[in-house]
């Protein structure tokens, strides 16, 4: 197999916004003649399947919970990085860059860790916006602390349940464009395999978990949104549905799986 992460030319703080520039964009008025699977539903696929709905695509999301609420996102509790420099204390974009690719032993991709931190800033507007209910300073201004070694404070956190609150804001929006007709949602369908049409994954196949139905569904894009697979260790503090079923089944499938060890 041939690796290829396709990450964009250009120099480190221009390719994201260089290849989303040049992009070929879709017509607003085309975008519901597109159809999209995401599965999964915490807090990446949740946003996923909300966003595109609100650009206008035709979403349906799949997941195996009962509630989009059940994803272990809901466990999340220290906070959410952000290069707002709030505090004045010498943050920037380029720092959060630096300190995520120091936490993770030089080894995670520098372009898209340089894409991370410099969308984090609009992510907390985003989330606010969506009215996620972020710690504030007394004069109502939004709070931060220091977290997990950063010598900056740039979490912006919800006292001990950030990510349960996250994630009920993306479940807001969710049921926003399910209210508006451009989101379907399948809740306890488990994704049992992806269907590949000429290298890409183009429709997935599904096991209603209360009938037993088996059945097939098409898109032009499939999204995996399945989270991490930390229960084939013995110990873990993930859910227990934080399983490899999508993964393992995208594999067999082609996709490329390396680093397993990074959860
Ligand atoms: C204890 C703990 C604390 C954490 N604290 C923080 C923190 O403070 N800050 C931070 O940034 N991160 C934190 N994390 C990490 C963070 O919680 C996760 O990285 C993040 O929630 C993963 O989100 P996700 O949307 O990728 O997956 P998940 O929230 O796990 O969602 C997976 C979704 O996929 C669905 N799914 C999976 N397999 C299938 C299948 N075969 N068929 C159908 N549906 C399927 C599930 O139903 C679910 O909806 C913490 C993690 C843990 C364990």
């Not at 120099?11 to 159809?35: I, T």
């Not at 972020?134 to 950030?162: D, H, I, K, P, W």
């Amino acid at each position: 197999m041939k690796l290829d992460a396709r990450i964009p030319a250009g120099p480190l703080d221009e390719k994201w916004r260089r290849h989303q520039f040049e992009m070929k964009l879709v017509n607003p008025a085309n975008k519901r003649k597109h159809r999209v699977i995401v599965v999964g539903t915490g807090l990446a696929g949740g946003s996923a399947a909300a966003t595109m709905g609100e650009l206008g695509y035709e979403v349906d999301s799949f997941f195996f919970h009962d509630s989009p609420r059940r994803a272990h996102s809901i466990a999340a509790q220290g906070g959410i990085n952000a290069a707002k420099n709030y505090q004045n204390d010498g943050d920037s974009v380029f720092r959060l860059f630096y300190d995520t690719i120091k936490g993770g032993d030089f080894r995670s991709r520098e372009a898209n860790v340089y894409r991370l931190a410099d969308i984090s800033v609009n992510i907390i507007d985003q989330a606010v916006a969506q009215g996620v209910p972020f710690a504030r300073e007394y004069g109502g201004l939004l709070a931060n602390r220091s977290f997990g070694g950063a010598q900056v404070s740039r979490t912006f956190y919800a006292r001990g349940q950030t990510g349960q609150q996250l994630l009920l804001g993306v479940y807001q929006a969710l049921e926003r464009q399910v209210r508006a007709g451009t989101v379907r949602v399948h809740n306890r369908h488990e994704m049992l395999d992806v269907i590949v049409v000429d290298g890409k994954a183009r429709g997935i196949v599904t096991r209603n978990l209360e009938s037993g139905h088996i059945r097939s569904w098409l898109a032009d894009a499939v999204v995996l949104g399945t989270g991490g697979y930390m229960n084939v260790f013995y110990l873990s503090t993930n859910a227990m549905k934080s399983n490899v079923t999508a993964s393992w089944r995208a594999y067999r499938r082609g996709a490329g799986f390396a680093n397993p060890c990074y959860t």
